[in-house]
C-alpha cells in the first residue's frame, strides 16, 4: 500500500482509510473489582468480543480500501530500533518502570507489540511490589479497541489525545509514534501533541470530537474534553485559517455521557442520530459558538442547543432518535450504545443491532437495515440508498462504546455538500 495522507473534513465522506484494533488478551484481564478501574462497565468475555468484533472488520473490509490493524502498525515500526527505544522509554517513563526497557529491547517487533497490548507482570521482588494490588508493572491496553479516542485526524493532520485518564495514556503514545514513524501514513507532524502534558487541565479524546465541514467542528465540553482542551484546539485548528466555527456541547460527566459521540452522531449530508434529552428535548445541554481567526478565537455566544447553533450555519437537520419516541427505550439504548454509529459513506451507516428501537426508528427514517454478515458473505450489496448496517455489538458495548468509538478514519472523499 502507498502512503496514505491525512484527509478527513468531514464525519461522513466516503471511506478510503480506517485504523481498527482486533481486542486481545488486554480486554480479559480484569476482574469485576478491577473494570471500573480501567473504564469497563463489567468483565467482558474475549471469545464473544471476537466474534462481534469480526464483523465489524468483515464489513469495513467490504467497503473501505485500507482497514490497518493497529497492532500490525505498531509491529511494523519496532522494527527499527532507534523508535522502538523511543517508544520504550516513552512508555517506561509513564508508569515509571525505566529499568524494564533493556528487558524489552530483546523483545522481536511482533511479540514485543503483543505485549504492550497485554502489559506486563510485576516482579514483586521488594516488599513495595509484594503489597502492592497491582498485578502489573506495565499495564494492559483493555481500551485499545476503541481506536476513535486517542488520535483524532482533522483535516490533513493528527492531534495526539491529552487523555483524561492514566489508564488510556499508552494507547496514545504508542498512535503517535506509529503517525510518526509509519511509512504507510504520510502524517507531517500534529496539530496539537497531547502526550506533551504540561498542564493536566488539558484533556482532549477524540470521542469529543466532530470534523463536520472544512469550517466547523463540533466538540463535547465532557468528562473526558476539558474547556481548557477546546481553548487549546480552538488556536491550534484555526491558525492558518480565515475563519473556524466551533460549536461546543457541554456534556453532563456522568458515566453514560463520557463523550459526544455517545449521544451524537452525523449519518448523511442532512440527518444525524441523537439521544433525544440531551440534544433536542426541553432539558438538552447547552451550546455555545466559538468564531475563531487565524489562531485567535474572536467570540464566544451560547446557544440553548445543538440545534439551533447549527441551523445558524445552514445545518436543517434530520433528526433520528436512538431508542425510538419513548423515554424509557431511549435512556436504555443510548447506554448500549445505541448512538454511537459509524458512518463510512454519505447515509451508509454502522451500529449495534441489540438496539432494536433505534434501528427501527432509522428504518422510519429510510434506511434500509442490513444484517452485517450478509454483507460479509456477499448475501447483500450496499443500496445507493442510505443503509445501516446492524452488527452483534452486546459484548462490545459492555466496554463502553460503539462503532464510532472503534474506527479511526484517516482518509476520507470529500463530500457533496
Ligand atoms: N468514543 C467513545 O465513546 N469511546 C468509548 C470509550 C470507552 C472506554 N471504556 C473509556 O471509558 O474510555
Known amino acids: 500500500m502507498k502512503t496514505t495522507p491525512i484527509s478527513n473534513h468531514s464525519e461522513i465522506g466516503r471511506l478510503n482509510t480506517v485504523i481498527i484494533h482486533e481486542p486481545g488478551p488486554e480486554m480479559e484481564n480484569m476482574t469485576p473489582e478491577t473494570a471500573h478501574e480501567v473504564l469497563f462497565d463489567d468483565i467482558i468475555s474475549l471469545d464473544l468480543a471476537l466474534k462481534e468484533h469480526a464483523q465489524l472488520s468483515g464489513v469495513l473490509k467490504k467497503v473501505c480500501p485500507n482497514v490497518l490493524e493497529f497492532e500490525n502498525l505498531l509491529a511494523d515500526i519496532l522494527t527499527d530500533e532507534r523508535t522502538k527505544l523511543d517508544l520504550l522509554e516513552a512508555v517506561c517513563q509513564l508508569h515509571q518502570q525505566q529499568s524494564l526497557v533493556d528487558d524489552l529491547m530483546v523483545l522481536e517487533a511482533k511479540p514485543l507489540a503483543a505485549q504492550l497490548f497485554q502489559g506486563t507482570l510485576m516482579v514483586k521482588n521488594n516488599l513495595e511490589k509484594f503489597l502492592s494490588p497491582s498485578r502489573h508493572a506495565i499495564p494492559p491496553l483493555p481500551n485499545a479497541f476503541f481506536t476513535r479516542d486517542a488520535v483524532m485526524c482533522v483535516y490533513d493532520k493528527a492531534i495526539i489525545g491529552s487523555m483524561a485518564h492514566k489508564v488510556r495514556l499508552t494507547e496514545a503514545i504508542l498512535l503517535k509514534h506509529i503517525f510518526d514513524e509509519h511509512p504507510k501514513l504520510d502524517s507531517q507532524g500534529f496539530h496539537f501533541d497531547g502526550t506533551r502534558k504540561d498542564n493536566n487541565d488539558v484533556t482532549i479524546e477524540g470521542g469529543d470530537l466532530l470534523v463536520i465541514r472544512d469550517d466547523l467542528l463540533v466538540i463535547g465540553f465532557s468528562e473526558r474534553t476539558s474547556a481548557n482542551g477546546i481553548d487549546r484546539l480552538a488556536e491550534r485548528l484555526s491558525k492558518n485559517k480565515e475563519q473556524l466555527d466551533i460549536v ?142 446492524a452488527m452483534d455489538g452486546s459484548e462490545l458495548s459492555r466496554g463502553g462504546g460503539g462503532c464510532r468509538c472503534m474506527t479511526l478514519p484517516v482518509h476520507r472523499d470529500a463530500v457533496n455538500w
Not at 440534544?279 to 442547543?305: D, L, Q, V, W
Open 248 to 389: 461546543v456541547v457541554e456534556l453532563p460527566k456522568i458515566r453514560a455521557t463520557i463523550h459526544l459521540d455517545m449521544i451524537f452522531t452525523m449519518l448523511d449530508v442532512d440527518t444525524v442520530m441523537n439521544f433525544a434529552p440531551l440534544i433536542t428535548g426541553p432539558n438538552k445541554c447547552r451550546a455555545f459558538h466559538m468564531h475563531c481567526e487565524r489562531g485567535e478565537i474572536k467570540h464566544i455566544k451560547e446557544y440553548s442547543g445543538l440545534p439551533k447553533a447549527l441551523r445558524n450555519f445552514g445545518m436543517e437537520l434530520n433528526f433520528v432518535n436512538c431508542g425510538g419516541e419513548d423515554a424509557f427505550t431511549q435512556e436504555r439504548e443510548q447506554w448500549t450504545s445505541g448512538a454511537n454509529f459509524f458512518t463510512f459513506a454519505p447515509g451508509h451507516v454502522i451500529g449495534y443491532q441489540h438496539n432494536k428501537a433505534t434501528m427501527e426508528a432509522l428504518n422510519q427514517a429510510g434506511f434500509e437495515i442490513i444484517d452485517a454478515l450478509d454483507i460479509i458473505h456477499d448475501k447483500k450489496t450496499l443500496p445507493n440508498g442510505k443503509a445501516a448496517v
